[in-house]
């Protein structure tokens, strides 16, 4: 199936310092790609992949797994690390949750990690019964554009396969786990309101991960889908401003950036 217009995956060729960015659950490279831009103006290499079964439609997405996004990541932070001297991993909602086992699994392989609204649980009483409701409905309704801004909409499904909704929930458990092996420094934003995932998730992560050097900022006027809202401005600069304390030498073929 063709891709969705304006879904497609981004990449930059920048200096050493490189960032890989990690989308959400029936969401596209659309919702990260004004960061990932932002970022390539900077001097950073990029890269923001298009996870298997996402950015076409539900149906193709029914067919994959976390295993399939795990992969995908995790390929392609291979292949920034024999690019790039350094490399962070960000991610917004699920990709938060990806971000973070590519720390915990990777160790000194990644330099720091930026999550926003990074998702730790599916909740309700309905996630119990996915296991045995993914056999009888394939979907449920869609959980993209929570967003506060007025006119802007993000590129994802207006369904969910529960079948995928399943492997999610597998997947978060499993990261929950593996918390405790996340060292490297962490930014971590999240909104006040946000209609997909609670401050729970955040607060349950910032317990449970082993950073000492960790940065908590609330974004006040933004809803789920943060880097498209209100607030995209200040996780853009907040997010530069962390890479750059971390790697000094980012900027254009390794050129250190304002001292």
């Not at 996870?51 to 392609?76: F, I, K, N, S």
């Not at 000194?108 to 993914?134: M, T, W």
């Not at 900022?217 to 971390?246: C, G, K, M, N």
Request: with cysteine.
């Amino acid at each position: 199936m063709p891709v969705l217009p304006g879904a497609e995956p981004y990449r930059h060729e920048g200096g050493e310092v490189g960032v890989l960015l990690c989308h959400g659950f029936t969401g596209s490279p659309q919702s990260l790609r004004p960061w990932a831009q932002y970022l390539a103006e900077q001097g950073l290499t990029v890269s923001l992949p298009l996870l298997p079964g996402h950015g076409t439609r539900w149906e193709d997405m029914a067919l994959t797994g976390w295993q399939d996004w795990y992969a995908e990541v995790d390929r392609e932070l291979r292949a920034l690390r024999r690019r790039c001297a350094k490399v962070f991993v960000v991610g917004l909602s699920m990709g938060g949750a990806l971000a973070l086992r590519l720390a915990a699994k990777q160790g000194v392989g990644v330099e720091g990690v930026i999550v926003v609204n990074p998702a730790n649980k599916v909740h309700g009483l309905s996630a119990y019964a996915l296991p045995v409701a993914r056999h009888v409905v394939r979907t449920t309704k869609g959980i993209s554009s929570d967003i506060a801004k007025q006119d802007v909409l993000e590129k994802g499904y207006d369904r969910v396969p529960l079948h995928s909704a399943h492997s999610l929930r597998t997947f978060l458990r499993l990261v929950d786990g593996e918390l405790p092996q996340v060292t490297q420094p962490l930014l971590l934003l999240h909104s006040v309101q946000d209609h997909v995932v609670p401050p729970a998730d955040s607060a349950r992560i910032l317990g449970r991960v082993s950073s000492t050097d960790v940065t908590e900022i609330l974004l006040e006027q933004s809803y789920h889908v943060a880097t498209l809202d209100h607030d995209a401005d200040r996780i853009f600069e907040e997010s530069y401003a962390f890479i750059a304390r971390i790697a000094p030498s980012v900027g254009k073929e390794g050129t250190a950036v304002g001292g």
